[in-house]
């Protein structure tokens, strides 16, 4: 009853925030408090709002030469990689969900690209399923936690990555012209290569046209005491194309298209995608292909601010081929050789269809301020069925409605509430149907106080509802996973405040979340988790910057009727990333960067702390031959450590050598 209370109490709270009028407050005085100009660190703290992101912007997707998305965003608090040396092994985890040691996903966590959702099935033995490379894209957006998700979907607990692909307005600058970039990658420790073309057309201010085509190459990385950490190489093929096309009087109309094509092959690997050598399961010829497509069309009507009407329709395609390699599996023989050969011989695939109205207004009711988007999605998910493997198939249809209000009261308050409804129908062929529908929801607030000082808040309840992996168990498709997070914490950002034209910006953040009627983890009803997260950035106007970002997390998961709980097996090691750096302007940037963790002895597959280095520099010549060229070094793992992340079940890489040349012409 004290569940169904509070619950209650959030989605009332919510909804009444939607309706309500404003009552006059105090004005605002912290648009932009995460703004930071020149000279300024590796990363912008978001300060100016309640909700737990990061971004990633395209400097720093460059500045750490990274192989798979994943490996790019562990840099980011209360995220974990998870086997990050391919992409068919490597898992995200935020804050406890998403990837584990059996599958790739619990659909905790979600993942959008250009619109479009992706990934997240619930594959043995098989990583996050994001089959993509990080030259496509120019931000990452990570936002951690339930609130800040109802605009994107259900049931993401964990929290959300966002995708967005390079436009070719990135490169003219809106302009008419043509640009073309060239980007040639080499990493010393498993002789990945990379080349990346991007090709950028304006003929018009009215239409751009952006064309991306990479090619990367693994070899076998090894660790600090010279081990191999995968099985095989592999190469990736990517592409990318996306056009914009402005119209209308008042070039207040778009049509835009987003197409993005990833290929993957590996061929006698371990089915298992995180071993090393090949194990019980045995190996498998795997290959893979991701596609997605998101075709938008806008309007922002002229004369108001009560109408900018997004309609989008988005297909995410991702089809994984296996072939098992015959008498590879110690089990040939024997009454589990059936199973063994079933997996291998798996064909998953699964497409989602999603179509998505959206209405932003901007309007004013007494002394506040709002920024209303009001959605209608309709989304059919199928996977193809494999009667002889452990995938079921079948299709799920959902429909929902969402609202998302930010509302600034004068100068010092900022509340966004937000509700989602979403009703589903679940079925396949062989599997009954099932009907579900929930209502989520929650609110953040945050408070400036006044030179620089901000606290904020938030409550959330969302629900996971059945999944396709689930249909041959009933007692499964009957409930959702339910969840509610609460946090907490503050933000201090402020500019000349030890020295002139300095700059700092900090967010501590405390959360907890509770998940009960637990379907997704084996002898589990409910999980308890308890977190802290730190981000912090300060920079000199002579060009010197540091950066820190920390993690620390507990948790408990207990069995059906159990009162006491025992230690959840997701949590990530405490962390701690500190980077000390100098900018010489816009040409010269050095930095060194220690990645540290702490003991986790006390759990089923304990690992040892440890404490990794990596440098790097960029040089970006401003004038003469090499104007709008960027020479890039990296050094990771400086000292070749030998170490393993925890929740990986493979050692991390050894010292690694990058070089990167990019020009722009």
Known sequence: MTTFSLRA???????????LPAQPVFGQDALDLGTVLLPRSKREVQTGTATAQTVVDQEEIEDRQASTIADLIDSVPGVSLINGSSPSGSGINIRGFGANSAYGSDQKVGIIVDGASVGAEELYRIGTQLYTDPELYKQVTVVRGSAGTFEYGSGMIGGLVKLETKDASDFTGGAPGVKLRQTLQYSSNGDEGVSSTILAWQPTREFELLGNYTWRSYGVPVDGAGDDITSDGSTLPSWALKGKYTFGAARNQYLSLSLADTESEELDVPYNSRAVATDSFGNVDRRVRSRTAVL?????????????????????????????????????????????????????????????????????????????????????????????????????????????????????????????????????????????????????????????????????????????????????????????????????????????????????????????????????????????????????????????????????????????????????????????????????????????????????????????????????????????SEIRFGLENAFDREYRQHLSENNAAGRTFKLTLARTF
């Open 9 to 19: 109490g959030l989605l009332c709270g919510a909804a009444l925030s939607l309706v």
């Open 296 to 628: 938008t069309y806008g309007f922002d009507a002229p004369g108001t601010d009560l109408i900018n009407l997004t309609a989008q329709l988005s297909h995410a395609d991702q089809d994984i081929d296996s072939s098992y390699v015959e008498g590879s599996s110690p089990y040939e023989g024997t009454p589990f050789e059936p199973t063994v050969r079933a997996l291998g011989d798996a064909d998953n695939r699964y497409r989602t269809t999603k179509f998505t109205l959206k209405n932003q207004a901007l309007f004013d009711t007494g002394g506040a301020s709002h920024d209303l988007r009001v959605g209608l999605e309709r989304i059919r998910k199928i996977r193809a069925d494999n009667p002889d493997a452990s995938a079921s198939g079948g299709t799920d249809w959902r429909w929902a409605l969402f609202a998302v209000d930010d509302i600034r009261f004068g100068k010092s308050w900022t509340v966004t509430p937000a509700l989602r409804y979403e009703q589903q129908r679940i079925g396949g062929d062989g599997y009954d149907s099932f009907d579900s529908d929930a209502v989520m929801g929650g609110v953040t607030l945050r408070y400036a106080l006044g030179t620089g000082w901000a606290v904020f808040g938030s409550g959330s309840y969302t629900e996971n509802l059945p999944i396709l992996d689930d249909l041959g168990t009933v007692a499964y498709m009957e409930q959702s996973e339910k969840a509610e997070t609460y946090e907490l914490g503050f933000s201090y950002d402020r500019t000349s405040l030890v020295a002139a034209g300095d700059s700092l910006a900090v967010k501590l953040n405390a959360y907890d979340t509770r998940v009960w009627d637990v379907t997704s983890y084996s002898g589990l009803d409910r999980v308890h988790l308890q977190g802290l997260e730190l981000e912090a950035a300060y920079s000199l106007a002579g060009g010197l910057y540091v950066d820190l970002a920390a993690n620390a997390m507990r948790g408990q998961g207990y069995a059906s009727g159990r009162s006491s709980g025992d230690d959840f097996q997701g949590i990530p090691a405490d962390t701690l990333r500190l980077t000390l750096g100098k900018r010489w302007g816009e040409e010269l940037d050095t930095s060194w960067e220690m990645v540290a963790a702490a003991d986790m002895d006390d759990w089923t597959t304990p690992t040892p702390g440890y404490a990794v280095h990596n440098l790097r520099a960029t040089w970006s010549p401003q004038a003469g031959a090499l104007a709008g």
